[in-house]
């Protein structure tokens, strides 16, 4: 029998990189608050490469294939929009809610992997997805309840629901990928092809950076690196419908950072949200039980 802290690595895997990006986020906030959304956006994710691709070349890997570089290109395509459209709503929202609020793309794609994977959905993780569900449901009825819902409001949420929908495929894209490219490489291209992508629309949305916004833009794009390496290992080792739960302990790290950078409060209704999330988490960890026939 394997020993059972190996199932569970790629889970631990998937929490570090949701903590990663989480802290990313908060230096984008910042960031695309001082130079707008497409400059930082854009910055990110070339800042991401410079770091990233010097270590993949070090290793003098061979060059992808011609279905890997489809798959490159297919994630780079959305992710790059995926985070446009989030860092933009970033501007808009306060941090915890706007990760609260993104919580629908796992759902929506613990369920993608079953139609466009194949992949089985454990009565676990069909629980763990609706308990996570359930508890942003908790946290934002605590938090945007007592907001001032205005046209600003209105467009950062319209900008979540469509990060939302690019974010759910994003997840059956990396599960392809990381069966067939190392994180390394998938870290390298991810990058890199999201700054050549949202690059074309420079001339129209490009701002010259002031110097203030430089570090917590490295920051980002070091963080970047670090949370995609973490989720390519996680994914490349466990199903999808096992690891998406685990994006919902984003909340967790988002609270966090949303006290420690702005000071946001921690309510009463986070709490219980939170609890309800990693109830969610622990459910999906927990390892199938035997087939009484199997085992006889």
Known sequence: MPPRHHALLPFVAALAGVGFLSLMDAFMKEAALLIGAYTATVLRAFIGAA???PIWLARAPAMPSRAV???HWE???????????FFYALTKLPLAEAIALSFIAPL???????????????RNAILASLLGFAGTLVIVGGRIG???F???????????????LLYAYNFIVIRRQAQVAGPLEIA???SGIGGVVLLTLAPFLWETPPAAALLPLVVAGALTVAGSLAIAFAYARAPASVLVPTEYSGFVWAAGFGWLFFREPVTWPTLAGTVLIVTGCWLATRPARPDPVAAV
Do not use: C, N, P, Q
């Open 69 to 71: 570089w489809k798959l």
């Open 108 to 122: 929506i794609a613990l369920y993608l992997a079953r139609v466009l994977l194949g992949e089985a959905i454990s």
């Open 150 to 164: 205005d046209d600003e409001t209105a467009l950062g949420v319209a900008a979540l629901f469509v990060s939302a």
């Open 188 to 190: 390298t291209f991810h």
């Open 146 to 148: 007592t907001g001032r």
């Open 51 to 53: 770091i990233i691709a």
């Open 75 to 85: 994630r780079g395509l959305v992710s790059a929009f995926m985070a446009l459209s």
